[in-house]
């Protein structure tokens, strides 16, 4: 099968409080547009060939002396190779260590709805759907581990106090990823898990074939560690 | 008992076990509800990676990003619950004479060495290898898949508000602990750190002391 570079392999609109998951492939992108502002997806990703290996926010953060994603940032498998790198960002931070919303907290805070009462307005949780998702994969509870919150921003102070920025994604904003390894994808759109409001709106995926990373590629030449990853990545293909 | 450090003063002919556990080397161990942990930092400076299991529930773990959310802030310390995935505490930090503990860092690992170091480093000792031998050694089906969010105690990974992230040399000292109490039954998987490439052992790994008190 061929494609036209310009024709897209996916482009969708997630709803509030959907999910999804598939793989995609190392050498194409997703872009991800918020487009009403103040959207929060959250994120996992497994490498597809063997999910035993996923993302890992602590040798992520750590390898690139960061607490904060944006672009530049390789995101890191648990075996020391770049599932993915976020290569365009146009409002500069994505949480990794607000986890996502679980049962309790959309029950506590925006009050439970059932599917019954509330149709396709009802609220299921990142927990919830997340659960699903890796179900229809073979995985589960096990394989739950810390995720990505794209378009939110939580920052600390100097005591360490942990805060979720209010108004940081406008109308329009994206971010694109793109995949150095085949990967299991998991999306869930709604909101951060230390939002107050229940605030959730469609988002538009677009995913695109944009060929693997070359050897000037910005992400790969950010840090020594991130050319030791890339090279382990390329390693691990031949 | 101090307010500002939780200390009660318990004493070790009262313990029901009391072992020092070298740097390099694992522990694994179910403490029953109510028990009280207290891991020494017997020559400071020293990273004990620590995971925590729901006794009944093995899925159901220590999750760091819950227990951060939850209690508001990204490091732990006296009156820290570890949360589990089911947002109930696993552990309750109730003495704590050292003041801040990591749980963002993880373990380290050979892979995450060679990334962060270079191709030198692959087969030094790492934690994460201590884990996946102990997790073996315990059965009951642990395995790689039970390798999630760690704590790090003793360890010091202070975050900047403008988005950064660095280790640096602990806040520890020779002597200082932790006591853990048992919110329900726990099993607990130490790995007694061996990183030779950063301050988070002072480039000096050294062995702590673990004491469990009965309920």
Redesign the interface.
């Known amino acids: 099968m061929t494609l036209a570079p310009q024709e897209p392999l996916l482009d969708a609109i997630l709803p509030p409080a959907a999910s999804l998951s598939r793989v995609c492939r190392r050498g194409t992108e997703l872009t991800i547009v918020d487009r009403d502002g103040g959207a929060n997806v959250s994120a996992l990703m497994y490498r597809a060939e063997d999910p035993l290996e996923r993302y890992c926010m602590p040798d992520t953060l750590k390898a690139q002396h960061v607490s904060r994603l944006t672009a530049g940032v390789a995101l890191y498998s648990d075996m020391g190779r770049v599932l993915a790198s976020i290569v365009e960002d146009t409002c500069g931070w994505h949480d990794t260590i607000g986890g996502h919303c679980t049962p309790e907290i959309v029950a506590e805070r925006w009050g439970a709805r059932s599917y019954q009462e509330a149709g396709n307005q009802w609220r299921r949780s990142a927990r919830e759907a997340f659960l699903v998702e890796l179900a229809k994969w073979g995985l589960g509870e096990r394989d739950l581990v810390a995720n990505v919150n794209f378009f939110s921003k939580v920052a600390v102070d100097e005591g360490g106090a942990l805060g979720l920025v209010a108004d940081h994604s406008p109308a329009g904003a994206h971010v694109k990823v793109r995949f150095e390894l085949d990967t299991l994808l998991v999306l869930w759109n709604g909101p951060h898990p230390m939002r107050a409001a229940w605030h959730a709106q469609p988002v538009r995926l677009v995913l695109e074939a944009c060929g693997a990373a070359g050897p000037e590629d910005p992400v790969r030449l950010s840090c020594e560690e991130n050319e030791r990853g890339f090279a382990a990545t390329e390693a691990a293909l031949r | 008992m101090s307010a500002a450090t939780g200390l009660i003063a318990r004493s070790e002919s009262a313990a029901r076990l009391l072992l020092d556990l070298p740097a390099g080397e694992g522990f694994a161990h179910e403490l029953a509800a109510g028990e009280v942990l207290r891991i020494v930092d017997l020559h400071g400076n020293q990273a004990v990676d620590t995971l925590f299991f729901d006794a009944a529930d093995?899925?159901?773990?220590y999750?760091?990003?819950?227990t951060?959310?939850e209690q508001?802030?990204?490091?732990l310390g006296l009156g820290s619950q570890l949360l589990a995935?089911d947002?109930e505490p696993l552990v309750t930090i109730v003495a704590d004479t050292c003041g801040r503990h990591d749980t963002?860092?993880?373990?380290c690992?050979?892979?995450?060495n060679?990334?962060?170091y270079?191709?030198h480093t692959r087969h030094m000792h790492a934690c994460?290898n201590t884990f996946l031998a102990k997790a073996l050694a315990w059965g009951r089906g642990l395995d790689?898949?039970?390798?999630?969010?760690n704590v790090n105690f003793f360890m010091n990974?202070?975050?900047?508000?403008a988005?950064?992230?660095?280790?640096v040399d602990g806040v520890s000292a020779p002597g200082k602990y932790v006591e853990l109490l048992a919110d329900r039954a726990t099993l607990v998987l130490i790995s007694n750190c061996p990183q030779l490439n950063n301050p988070c052992n002072a480039f000096d790994p050294t062995p702590v002391r673990l004491i469990v008190w009965p309920a």
């Not at chain 2, 093995?58 to 773990?61: L, P, V």
């Open positions: 093995y899925a159901n773990r999750s760091a990003v819950d951060l959310r508001g802030n990204v490091y995935l947002g963002l860092g993880g373990a690992s050979q892979e995450s060679v990334v962060r270079g191709e994460r790689k898949r039970d390798l999630s969010a990974v202070p975050l900047s508000p988005g950064g992230l660095e280790f």
